[in-house]
């Protein structure tokens, strides 16, 4: 019956596990038959018995063509390996109201099946099933923590977040874990990255060879060597493609081991600020406060000389993600429960993390943090004519202050003066975001009317998307993205290091291709054709990003074709909606050195990108793209 049923299976089991009928009957009553580990076992079960049946259909159908059709037909109601995840997450659930639960072991499967899960997936599909995996995992272990002598599985959850590739499901991993505790940050402390943030990528040479050598292929081909000079080159031709195949082999292997110390490096600055807001910890050795403000040190101090396993750049990242993390924590708003002494400390380490740091996106990140703990927490309570909060424009602007001499990035001074906004409405989610990918993947719904009070316990709850934001929000929301995009890439750590190191110093300018010709950006474009950063910019332009990635390469959004008219529509000369906003000019400040019909050309490739068109067929267009430079 399981296998046959669907989602609402699984949740009346959930949901009969919370009644107090259940519970009599599991304590022993005269009418007990089963019990909660009865019921999780079969439940983990099954899942396993899943993830077997899926293995084999995957392995039946790489020698027969038609045994993907018939796969599917098996798996009417779903994937295999969604279901069970689904039911992993059933067991999870129900384990955690059970006397004696065994939420590590539960976890620990999940944790050995997790890269399992997504052979042959559709990506949306699998990130939607484990994003709510990870949300059931994390109000489980809430429930644990709350038992007596409940040891909550958040060590292991941050071992899977470790392993996983997709960005929005290593950030909902960290926020449960964020919402922890002391007890997430006891399983926590014992990992070596809160004492060593910046040892990412290894600077010695490995102390063994690969496993296979050249020599090793040549005893197995040696009969064929004394059998002419034809054979000898086939010989050499195969000895070559092996000697490819292991080199290719071993950088995979270094750079898969590089990713996993980041992933787990990018958590461990996410989880600290919330860990510091959840857990009622003073400031001491081994508590978050401490840790936090060693993080800060290492992301802002400069790199002292007999530092010598810090990564050129490391500093750069390390500051976006705790900027990232402290945006998570400002997230929250205040209740009963709060510590307002760690909100204070956490607000001092954020303005002191602005000052001394260089890099737009942490800037930027830093300065929708500080709005958000800047707000009040009932927005119907009359503005300040005079002290704290009186002038929203003069708070941004000392939050912003450089040294003299040094220049604003164009993306931050946008992002100042819609702070100002956010500050002055009371209204972020209309000016502000979370998450930068999350937001620009939904289309999203309103919070509510102005001036009504939240009940949400987020200021900008995940259900809010691109549509919610103001018109010049949106523009730059979308500019933020493709500068971020254009610096990450799918680069190992090491690589990503490299390009912080060389564009983030002094640089308080948008390169070329976004502030003056973004034709040469090519987003639609062959893969054969992958073109490494800096093929297309021009000579004066040292920063060295474009063309964008292609398509085939791990990045942190795809932009929809929905977007990405929407970008379109807000450069259209009839725009009521933005005169509404008091918005007259179809461009941003920032954009008003593009022409306009460029930027309109380069969404409209863009849509081409996110429907999957043809390279070759849209190549046409480039010589209509090149003649953009008039405005419209």
């Known amino acids: 019956m399981l296998r046959n049923g669907g989602r609402e299976l699984l ?3 959930t949901l009969y596990s919370r009644c107090v009928e259940s519970r009599w009957r599991y304590d022993g009553g005269p009418a007990a038959t089963h019990s909660f580990a009865e019921m999780r076992d079969f439940l983990r079960s099954e899942a396993r018995n899943l993830m077997t049946d899926a293995d084999t259909t995957q392995r039946l159908s790489q020698g027969h063509k038609s045994g993907r059709d018939t796969a599917r037909e098996l798996d009417a109601r779903g994937s295999a390996r969604l279901r069970a995840l689904n039911i992993f997450g059933t067991a999870v659930e129900i384990d955690s109201v059970d006397a004696e639960p065994v939420q590590d072991e539960i976890l620990g499967e999940i944790k050995c099946c997790w890269a399992r ?13 484990k994003l709510a995996l990870v949300r059931q995992c994390g109000a489980a272990a809430r ?135 959840s857990a009622m910890m003073a400031r001491h050795l081994g508590s978050p406060r401490d840790d936090l403000e060693e993080w800060v040190s290492e992301a802002t101090d400069a790199p002292s000389s007999h530092d010598g396993e810090a990564f050129p750049g ?58 958000l703990w800047a707000l009040p927490d009932d927005v119907r309570e009359p503005q300040p004519i005079r002290g704290h909060g009186a002038d929203p424009r003069g708070q941004v602007r000392e939050w912003l202050a450089l040294p003299k001499g040094q220049k604003e990035h164009p993306l931050v001074e946008a992002a100042g003066r819609l702070a100002v ?7 972020p989610e209309r000016f502000l975001w979370i998450d930068e990918a999350g937001v620009a993947s939904e289309v999203g719904t309103e919070v509510g ?126 725009r009521p909606r933005d005169w509404l906003f008091l918005r ?5 400040p920032w954009q008003r050195k593009v022409p306009v019909a460029g930027m309109r050309r380069f969404w409209d490739r863009m849509g081409d990108r996110a429907r999957d068109t043809d390279p070759e067929g849209a190549d046409s267009c480039r010589g209509r793209d090149g003649a953009g430079g008039s405005r419209t």
């Open 584 to 588: 007259f000019r179809r461009e941003a």
């Open 314 to 371: 490391t500093q750069f990242a390390l500051g976006v993600t705790l900027a990232q993390g402290f945006k998570y924590a400002a997230n929250r708003r205040l209740n009963a429960q709060s510590d307002r002494e760690a909100r204070q400390f956490l607000v001092k380490q954020a303005q002191d993390m602005l000052r001394r740091s260089t890099f737009w996106y942490t800037r930027l990140t830093l300065l929708h943090a500080l709005t």
């Open 449 to 574: 009317p102005p001036g009504e009070q939240r009940a949400h316990n987020l200021w900008i709850p995940p259900s809010t998307g691109w549509s919610t934001l103001d018109p010049t929000a949106q523009q730059l929301l979308a500019d933020v993205l493709l500068l971020a995009v254009l610096c990450e890439r799918g680069y190992r750590p090491k690589d990503l290091f490299h390009l912080l190191d060389r564009t983030c110093g002094g640089h308080s300018q948008l390169p070329f291709c976004l502030s003056h010709d973004r034709a040469r950006l090519d987003p639609v474009r062959a893969v054969e054709r992958t073109g490494q950063p800096g093929t297309r910019c021009t000579d004066k332009c040292g920063m060295k990003m474009c063309p964008y990635p292609a398509k085939a390469e791990s990045l942190r959004l795809e932009f929809s074709e929905v977007f990405c008219l929407h970008q379109g529509d807000l450069l259209r000369t009839w």
């Open 143 to 277: 429930r644990v923590a709350a038992l007596p002598q409940g040891e909550p599985a958040y060590g292991t959850l941050f071992e899977i977040g470790g392993k996983e590739p997709d960005y929005r499901v290593r950030a909902a991993i960290a926020q449960e874990i964020g919402a922890g505790g002391e007890k997430a940050y006891g399983a926590l402390d014992v990992y070596p990255h809160l004492h060593h943030a910046r040892n990412v990528v290894s600077g010695s040479r490995p102390a063994e060879p690969p496993k296979e050598t050249e020599t090793d292929c040549l005893s197995d081909l040696s009969p064929m060597a004394h059998q002419g000079d034809r054979d000898q080159r086939a010989v050499q031709r195969v000895l070559k493609r092996s000697k490819q195949r292991l080199e290719r082999l071993y950088a995979e292997e270094e750079a898969a081991e590089e990713k996993r110390n980041w992933y787990c490096t990018t958590m461990c600055a996410w989880v600290l600020p919330m860990l510091v807001d």
């Open 117 to 129: 899960f997504g052979w042959g997936e559709d990506p949306e599909a699998l990130r939607e099933a």
């Open 421 to 427: 906004r956010a500050l002055q409405t009371r209204r």
């Open 11 to 13: 949740v009346a089991l």
